[in-house]
C-alpha cells in the first residue's frame, strides 16, 4: 500500500496578475520514473470537483481556462502528484476571488509631450477593463532635486496633463491604477517605475 503513494505537492499557490491566474506548485522528487500532475477546480456555485485542462501533465503550473474568467467566481482548486499507478493526496487551495486576490500592474506610459510648462501623458491600462469598472489614475510626480516633496494628481483619462511646472526643470513621475469594481471593492495596482523629462524653455 505505501508503495502506492507518492508526496503531495508543496507550495500550491495561486498566482494572479492584471486578472490572469494560474496555480503554481513545487515538483515532487522521485528516484525513478516521471511524475505528472493533475489540477481540478470547483466554483462556490457549484460544489463539485471538475478537470481543469491539466490532466496528466509534467508541468508545474496550470493556467486558468476561459470557463473560469469569471472575477467575481469563488474558486477552489487542488492538485495531485501521480506515478504509473501511485497517487498523492490532493492539496487544495484557499478559495480565490479574481476580483479581490489579483495583482495589478502599473499601466504603460505610451507617449510623453514635453513642453515649457506641462507634460502631456498617454496611457494605457495593463487590463481589459469589464462593464461597471472605474478606473482612476494616480499619479505622484516631483521635481527631480534634492529633498523635493511630491505632489500628486488624479484622473480618469487616459489622457492627462501634468501641470503648473517651471521650464527647463527635470520630472519625474510614477502612475499606479485604482480599480473600483462592480460590486465596489478597490483594488490598488503596483507603481510604475520613475519616468523622469525635462520641460522645455518657453
Known amino acids: 500500500e505505501t508503495s502506492l503513494h507518492l508526496p503531495a505537492p508543496k507550495d500550491v499557490m495561486v498566482y494572479s496578475y492584471n486578472f490572469r491566474s494560474s496555480l503554481r506548485w513545487s515538483p515532487v522528487k522521485v528516484d525513478r520514473g516521471l511524475v505528472l500532475y493533475t489540477v481540478h477546480f470547483k466554483t462556490g456555485a457549484f460544489n463539485e470537483w471538475d478537470e481543469m485542462n491539466c490532466t496528466r501533465i509534467t508541468q508545474t503550473e496550470c493556467c486558468f481556462p476561459w470557463s473560469l474568467k469569471e472575477r467575481r467566481w469563488t474558486v477552489v482548486l487542488r492538485v495531485r502528484a501521480e506515478l504509473g499507478q ?59 532635486a534634492t529633498s523635493t516633496t511630491e505632489k500628486e494628481t488624479e484622473t480618469s483619462s487616459t489622457l492627462f496633463k501634468i501641470e503648473n511646472l517651471k521650464e527647463l526643470t527635470l520630472y519625474c513621475f510614477r502612475i499606479q491604477i485604482a480599480l473600483t469594481t462592480y460590486s465596489d471593492l478597490q483594488l490598488l495596482g503596483l507603481q510604475s517605475v520613475p519616468e523622469c523629462h525635462r520641460t522645455t524653455i518657453s
Open 86 to 144: 501511485a497517487t498523492s493526496d490532493w492539496v487544495q487551495t484557499d478559495p480565490f476571488v479574481a476580483e479581490r486576490n489579483t495583482t495589478i500592474g502599473p499601466p504603460k506610459v505610451n507617449n510623453v509631450i514635453v513642453s515649457s510648462d506641462s507634460l502631456l501623458l498617454s496611457v494605457t491600462p495593463p487590463f481589459g477593463s469589464e462593464a461597471g469598472d472605474i478606473l482612476r489614475y494616480h499619479v505622484s510626480y516631483w521635481e527631480n
